[in-house]
């Protein structure tokens, strides 16, 4: 045997995916080489540049033809979706001007007019894999996907539900973005503003089984979620085809921040953290003088948003953080807190001082980067002040249910985790003379609080915050359980069983606590406390 034919040999081994034939028919023509004769060369398998939806789904071959064959041949050639694969070569053309439409009933938002795409036998994805958004050489607009209806009830329902949490939009603001939609080359960007807005409410506010607009679409999605799909995948198409820019413009950065938002209402965290990191990147590169007063506004109060949801993301996943508060640009301390006397701002102006104190420094030792010194116990005690005095910025009458919801979670839940980092630091201790948040019990007075906190709170001012308010009870929850189980507590059996039940019921009424958490809280007290475990039942 040559030390060709070991080779190949070797190669089929390693490579089990290769059929015996073909394994066989390389032996053979090794053979006749061998003999003198010349083999004939193997035909180069033909690739496409881009394979049509159904086909990369199904991880196919695909032909350059709309409809391809492979969709020919199973009788799907209406389900053929992509755009015909252009000629290797082309000679260079002029570039086409954009064409301006009349909104909404326009066709094209980019460089070329299509007919009306078909919506109907959607096969919508089901997790972040199975999600796929191929680029577009044209960005066009679908014919009532997003209508003036539509878009009238998406931002009333974010101006009730999410503006108190996330003030980044006005009704002037939005408003503008539809006058711009439909009236210059700018509306490509203003229009996308308004999918990512509409596509962010249908997935985080509305319920995932129902359909508020009934019949009055036209694009075959039968429910809130399915709607919201759409959207999110056009959104994400025009994200692709919209051009980069050194410097970017508020609406890009509005745009970017409503697919992260998107993306983490539908359990997709890389792509979440992805975009979200891409927001936080475009923010960074915006020109302050370069923005109107009502667009600066604007932009500080995204600063924080961002800031937030950077911060959060960070402790919750252990990612790093890029956005830092400075004296001179957006976040400066001079602008905190001053300049908006709008009340409605207080629950805002809170929540930003919640995570003001969660620097760089911080997130480093919840990382577990290498610290070259001992901390001492109290090194902690500076983070601790500010997130427990961070709720005096407003008088509680100032707030609104669905604000109150949040800021007390998130600062129950922020003293878990520092509890938490103190116990791995081991500046945990059971005297009483000590706070008694660097005592072992201490998660047992959270539960308690967090239930007097939120039992007389509406469970929709709790929902609408989305899948990062459930994640943080089940933190919390987690904490309880590992405390019964390990700490002896001079407190009632009865009493514990009460708040950690209480916990569970609301976690099975949030987003994904029904089908993600509540069996992952389940299976903790199983292994941890299973003669408590009977007595959870809700």
């Not at 700018?186 to 089984?209: F, K, R």
């Not at 005690?381 to 910025?393: C, H, I, M, P, S």
């Not at 929850?477 to 009493?495: D, I, Q």
């Amino acid at each position: 045997m040559t030390a060709q034919q070991l080779g190949e040999r070797e190669h089929d081994q390693a490579n089990p995916s290769i059929s015996p034939t073909a394994s066989q028919a390389r032996g053979s023509a090794t053979r006749e080489g061998d003999s003198g004769v010349a083999a004939a060369p193997r035909a180069k398998r033909v690739q496409v540049a881009r394979a049509c939806q159904r086909c990369r789904r199904l991880q196919k071959a695909c032909s350059d033809s709309r409809p391809c064959q492979r969709c020919v041949k199973a009788g799907l050639s209406d389900e053929c979706g992509g755009f015909p694969v252009p000629s290797r070569v082309l000679p260079p053309q002029p570039s086409p001007s954009l064409q301006v439409l009349p909104y909404p009933g326009a066709s094209s938002l980019g460089f070329a007019a299509s007919s009306p795409l078909s919506f109907r036998n959607l096969d919508l994805p089901t997790s972040p894999q199975a999600f796929t958004s191929f680029a577009r050489e044209s960005f066009v607009r679908k014919d009532d996907l997003l209508p003036p209806r539509v878009v009238d009830y998406c931002a009333g329902r974010f101006f009730a539900r999410l503006a108190p949490t996330i003030p980044i939009l006005t009704p002037d603001y939005v408003a503008g973005l539809r006058t711009r939609a439909a009236s210059s080359e700018a509306g490509s960007e203003a229009y996308c503003v308004l999918l990512g807005l509409c596509a962010m409410v249908m997935l985080q506010v509305e319920e995932p089984g129902g359909n508020p607009l009934g019949q009055q679409l036209s694009t075959g999605a039968d429910s809130n979620a399915a709607y919201g799909w759409l959207l999110l995948e056009e959104a994400l198409a025009a994200h692709r085809h919209l051009t980069r820019k050194s410097t970017p413009s508020l609406d890009s950065v509005l745009l970017v921040f409503f697919i992260y938002a998107c993306h983490a209402s539908l359990f997709h965290h890389s792509p979440a953290f992805v975009f979200l990191r891409e927001a936080s990147t475009l923010f960074l590169l915006l020109k302050p003088e370069g923005l109107d007063d009502v667009s600066r506004s604007l932009a500080e109060r995204l600063f924080w948003v961002l800031l937030v949801s950077e911060r959060s993301h960070a402790i919750r996943y252990r990612r790093p953080i890029t956005l830092q508060v400075t004296t001179n640009g957006f976040g400066g301390a001079a602008s905190f807190g001053t300049g908006e006397g709008d009340a409605s701002l207080a629950g805002f102006k809170c929540l930003a001082a919640l995570f003001r104190s969660l620097d760089t420094t911080f997130i480093a030792l919840l990382n577990q980067e290498s610290v070259s010194r001992t901390l001492p116990p109290d090194s902690l005690d500076g983070v601790e002040g500010a997130v427990n005095t961070a709720l005096n910025y407003s008088c509680p009458d100032d707030l609104l249910p669905t604000q109150k919801a949040n800021l007390r979670v998130t600062q129950l839940w922020l003293r878990i985790i520092l509890w938490q980092l103190r116990l791995r630091l081991g500046h945990l201790s059971e005297h009483r003379a000590k706070p008694s948040s660097r005592t072992y019990h201490y998660p047992l007075e959270v539960a308690k609080d967090l239930r007097l906190s939120t039992r007389d709170l509406p469970v929709q001012s709790i929902q609408v915050h989305g899948v990062g308010i459930s994640e943080k009870l089940f933190d919390i929850a987690c904490a309880v359980v590992n405390v019964l189980a390990r700490v002896p507590v001079e407190m009632t059996k009865t009493a514990a069983e009460d708040d950690l039940k209480y916990l569970r019921g609301l976690i099975l009424q949030l987003p994904g606590g029904a089908t993600v958490y509540d069996a992952l809280l389940v299976k903790h007290i199983q292994q941890t406390l299973p003669n408590m475990a009977d007595g959870l039942d809700v």
